[in-house]
């Protein structure tokens, strides 16, 4: 399924690449690694069957960060598939030392930006989960349009998600909190299963990530939503 095909034209991007430091043992990782968790970027969809060896319900999710939390997510359930995508090349590196590290075969990577991945290469209705955690807030306004969470994301979301498929959302920034709550309120391609405010220790239905630690440190307040696609 093509962009237009899914009413989704991507024209601002949500993320900066950072130039961060890679370490010898992540560049050691990434150069040795790859060929074991690594996706290519492609036109053509996924075809996840083949790329896991295996029929499971599959969780992707965005932006993991250093991916310490993905891949314990991956080990604690090894009868699901999962994939993540981050842009962040150090934190890739982290990601696949870790792999390594827990003995897992149920994970994959892939490094690009997560919406032509989600409009481009993952199928229509092969997602179980989508998760969403802590993307960046753009929190002055003249850089909200950058927020990677608008009307068209939602739908390229939907196309993604199986029937009855679920997208779960975290942020530590307020304004991001009542922009999701504004959003999803007048949307009807979800409906909420359940909203949490809390001060880091009610995460809902994840684990405990970097980013979420840190925003609790500067004295946060953490907004999880979980939602359900409909139709």
Partial sequence: MTNDERG?????????????RITESQQRALDELWPLWGVEVSDAPLDVVELFGREAPLTVEIGFGNGDSLVQLAAEHPDHNYLGIEVHVPG???CLIAARQASIDNLRIISHDAVDVLS???AAGSVSRLNLYFPDPWPKKRHHKRRILNPDFLAAVHA????????????DWRNYAEHIDELFSVSPLFRLDERREHDGDQPLDRTVTK??????????RIWDWRYQKIG
């Fill in 8 to 20: 989704f034209k991507r024209t601002v991007r949500s993320f900066v690449r950072r130039a961060g």
């Fill in 92 to 94: 890739i590196g982290h």
């Fill in 120 to 122: 481009q290469q993952v």
């Fill in 160 to 171: 993604c998600l199986a029937p009855g498929g679920t997208f779960h959302i975290a942020t």
């Fill in 211 to 220: 980013f979420e630690k840190r925003g609790v440190k500067r004295g946060h």
